[in-house]
């Protein structure tokens, strides 16, 4: 029986290459927003956003899904160069890692599920933690566990994008007076034996500069598949 390897998950025009068109095309079709050639999440599930390519097309279509002051987030596999009428907020260069060999968690910790009863609480750790883009109805998305300290909130971690045979771990934090203690680590290994157990592979994405998540994501098996280009803009108008 062949071993998968991380090459087999980088061939040419993989889904994971265009990952929100592939999930606003797939698991999370229901919630896409316009329609060929752009495509995006609802602001109150996620900021992100995708076009069929670059073209001039494209870029008109992402407008009409804007309204003014709001930010998109895209992932490409190269920088953005928009027409005039965007504002480009940053940019930045991502790594997108699979978790081919993460291994089961130790069961030590008890953990939670959480959900919109505990929003109040996930959005303020959230705002604390500062992990990334996180929505009032992003916990909708999939699966988000935490862990509970003194009946504090101290760390969490979910599920963001699907798509066929693929799952995102996402807004993975710990509180900073609970850094330290494994939190994060054993979350992400309870998400991605939960994910595997549905047949999915678990990813996810780091900024390149974020050498400590890298180094624990690495340690916990997630092996990088390829560089992912992040986009934050909207309109120049705006």
């Not at 995708?50 to 992402?62: K, N, P, Q, R």
């Not at 969490?156 to 710990?174: K, P």
Request: charged share 20%; glycine share 8%; proline share 8%.
């Amino acid at each position: 029986m062949h071993a998968h390897t991380i090459a087999d998950y980088q061939t040419l025009n993989h889904p994971l290459d265009h990952v929100i068109w592939s999930a606003l095309h797939a698991r999370h079709a229901e919630l896409a927003l316009g329609s060929y050639p752009a495509l995006r999440y609802p602001p109150a599930y996620a900021p992100f956003a995708a076009m069929a390519d670059v073209s001039a097309a494209s870029y008109t279509a992402l407008a009409g899904l804007l309204v003014p002051h709001e930010r998109v987030a895209l992932f490409t596999m190269q920088p953005l160069t928009p027409p005039a009428e965007f504002h480009i907020e940053f940019q930045k260069p991502m790594v997108q890692m699979l978790g081919l060999a993460v291994p089961d968690p130790t069961g030590q910790l008890p953990l939670e599920s959480l959900g919109l009863a505990q929003l109040d609480e996930m959005l303020a750790l959230i705002e604390i933690a500062k992990p990334g883009p996180f929505s009032a109805r992003t916990p909708e998305l999939g699966a988000y566990l935490g862990v509970r300290i003194d009946g504090r909130l101290a760390a969490m971690a979910g599920e963001r994008m699907r798509l066929d045979g693929y799952t995102e771990i996402s807004a993975v934090c710990a509180h900073p007076d609970y850094r330290g203690r494994g939190l994060p680590a054993e979350l992400i290994k309870t998400l991605a034996q939960s994910i595997r157990a549905r047949g999915d592979i678990p990813f996810l994405h780091v900024l390149r500069e974020n050498e400590t998540a890298l180094g624990l994501y690495r340690k916990l098996g997630f092996i990088e598949r390829r560089p992912i280009d992040l986009t934050v803009m909207g309109l120049a108008s705006s």
